[in-house]
């Protein structure tokens, strides 16, 4: 099992350019979630989903949106970069609510 | 929404030390998580614990749900134990079920 996959693993964009993360898991999990991690922050959830079809918003959804249109498959997707969303991009997936969470490897956004 | 502490930030360490780091959260929950960031940017959960107890090699987790506390301790600390160590508590009242994540312990352990 690849578990939880992630990509791309590092990607640098121009202010106003769009791009699309992928996270695939193969644990029939659930439960999925997106979320960014920034110098001296925890980490804090933009998306998540609680089934295939799903969506909801987390702490910080602002600039972004989501799709699940497979059950294994949640993506996270940026319209227009903007410099704050720099940041290290962690999706996660779970049985069930309240489970332990398995993390993807991470992406590395630049946005200039 | 819940609010969780860390303690300490920054922790530096001989091999061989008993290691302990604190995590405080601000509301009632079911189950507080431990999880370890790498230094190569890696995320794995340690322990998922709602009362008690728990062991994993020499990791231990407690927890005491009165006094909204846990701690993880590492017992006979190594250089490879380096890393980051966050805890994480439910969200109530926020995006509901999920996850607050405090801002991390980052743990150097030194040969």
């Known amino acids: 099992n690849a578990g939880v996959t992630q990509t791309p693993k590092f990607r640098v964009l121009k202010t106003g350019q769009s791009m699309t993360l992928l996270c695939a898991q193969d644990?029939?999990?659930?439960?999925m979630y997106w979320y960014r991690q920034d110098p001296g922050m925890g980490l804090r959830l933009i998306h998540y989903s609680v089934g295939e079809g799903t969506t909801a918003k987390g702490e910080v959804p602002d600039g972004y949106n989501v799709s699940r249109l497979k059950k294994q498959n949640f993506l996270l997707g940026l319209e227009s970069a903007a410099p704050s969303q720099t940041s290290v991009y962690f999706c996660?997936?779970?049985?069930?609510?309240?489970?332990?969470?398995?993390f993807g490897p991470g992406t590395r956004l630049l946005v200039l | 929404k819940n609010e969780v502490e860390q303690s300490p930030q920054n922790l530096t360490a001989q091999e061989g030390e008993f290691i302990t780091i604190n995590c405080s959260y601000s509301v009632g929950i079911s189950a507080l998580h431990w999880l370890q960031q790498h230094p190569g940017g890696g995320i794995v959960s340690l322990f998922m614990l709602s009362s008690g107890k728990k062991k994993h090699g020499r990791l231990i987790a407690t927890i005491n749900i009165q006094e909204k506390h846990s701690s993880l301790h590492i017992t006979a600390s190594h250089p490879r134990d380096s890393a980051v160590y966050i805890c994480?508590?439910?969200?109530?009242?926020?995006?509901?079920?999920?996850?607050?994540f405090g801002k991390g312990t980052k743990l150097s352990v030194k040969p």
């Open positions: 644990m029939n999990h659930e439960y």
């Open positions: 994480a508590v439910p969200n109530y009242g926020g995006s509901q079920g999920n996850l607050i």
């Open positions: 996660a997936s779970s049985l069930h609510s309240q489970e332990t969470q398995y």
